[in-house]
């Protein structure tokens, strides 16, 4: 405020007093400091806004592909439906045909019965008429009696129809123990559709926004649904892939920065790289590779356990860390590149003898 010349210094021991160059320069610095945070914070909105855009546009994206996996998943139950349908109409056709088969014989055995009586009873008639009686000496053969099985067979047509349809549909579908979650797939990996494999690739997938749940340093995707109790398993088809590592990671596991000690901390897996089986820190002995493994988490027992899924023999065993009701664990899946092997994907399977 303007100093009051009529005021006395004394009167007033606590006002700072400058002049008013002095507070026309602290004003003024006070008002650039503000205009370079507020600039600041308009540049972090504008950088957000993008983010947000590409965001929405990858969403879409999502939605497309979605869409378009729907639409061929169903079209292709579609045409299995029609041609079931064709197969339960073909059915009826040759039960038609049959029961054509079996009455045909039967109606001429009766039509030919028929003729005979008729023709006898026309002679009884015209004896009757002229007078000149011969009574027959022979009998006629009984009227035949319907026999079994002249009626379709419903039974064999509609029983069940839509059990057999349902079963034989079970070869077109199969159900995941573990789907993957493509927001925190790392831009290294490609997933497939289904979002039932996971392969490294040779290039960045530079489409794929930053959010949160990414893996952005480490070649890691996760598995959608995290498990806090019960007993859980699952098969991962490795083959000869060179380089891998499956298990279970916590929620807050380190996603954007390098930073092995964090992962050590925040995952049980076990895995296989440069010609070694490991669970993490430690060397793991294998007598024969594995082309499928059992993951199974075991929270009644605190174990996380690994075997060989088609001899059933088993590989490692960790013991899970307590406190995870508060931090779930997520299936884990690390891949690297899979260079001149067969194998070029990992695979989540599920086994028919699973409990």
């Avoid at 008729?118 to 319907?146: A, F, G, M, N, V």
């Avoid at 349809?165 to 079970?170: A, E």
């Avoid at 490294?200 to 480490?218: A, C």
């Avoid at 997520?330 to 092997?341: C, D, E, N």
């Amino acid at each position: 405020h303007p100093l009051c010349p009529l005021c006395e210094f004394s009167l007033h021991p606590q006002h700072r007093v400058v002049s008013g160059e002095e507070a026309q320069r602290r004003l003024k610095e006070l008002i650039s400091s503000q205009l370079q945070t507020l600039t600041e914070e308009k540049h972090q909105c504008e950088e957000l806004q993008q983010s947000y855009e590409e965001i929405q546009l990858y969403a879409e994206k999502q939605a497309g592909d979605c869409e378009r996996h729907i639409r061929t998943g169903f079209s292709r139950l579609h045409q299995f439906l029609q041609e079931e349908e064709q197969r339960a109409l073909s059915a009826l056709r040759e039960e038609q045909l049959r029961q054509k088969k079996n009455i045909s014989p039967e109606l001429e055995k009766l039509r030919e019965k028929l003729s005979s009586v008729d023709k006898i009873i026309q002679e009884l008639q015209q004896q009757l008429e002229t007078h000149t009686y011969r009574p027959r000496q022979e009998s006629t053969p009984p009227c035949p009696r319907p026999k079994a099985g002249l009626l379709l067979d419903q039974a064999k047509v509609l029983g069940n129809l839509g059990f057999r349809v349902w079963t034989r549909m079970k070869r077109l579908v199969t159900y995941q123990p573990v789907v993957l979650d493509p927001n925190t797939a790392s831009p290294k990996l490609s997933l497939s559709d289904d979002l039932s494999t996971v392969r490294r690739t040779e290039t960045l997938n530079k489409e794929l926004p930053e959010v949160p749940e990414r893996f952005s340093h480490y070649a890691i995707v996760l598995g959608s649904v995290g498990y806090s109790s019960g007993t859980h398993q699952w098969d991962v088809e490795v083959g000869d892939h060179p380089h891998w590592y499956i298990g279970v990671a916590k929620e807050s596991i380190e996603r954007k920065e390098e930073c092995g000690a964090s992962l050590v901390n925040e995952l049980l897996c076990f895995g296989y790289s440069k010609g070694k089986y490991n669970d993490g820190p430690k060397l793991v002995k294998v007598e024969k590779s594995p082309e499928k493994i059992r993951v199974k988490l075991d929270f009644n027992k605190g174990t996380l356990s690994f075997s060989d899924t088609d001899h059933m023999t088993p590989l490692c065993s960790n013991t899970v860390p307590k406190g995870t009701s508060t931090d779930k664990l997520f299936p884990y899946f690390s891949v690297g590149p899979a260079g001149g092997t067969k194998t070029k994907e990992l695979k989540i399977w599920w086994s028919v003898n699973m409990l």
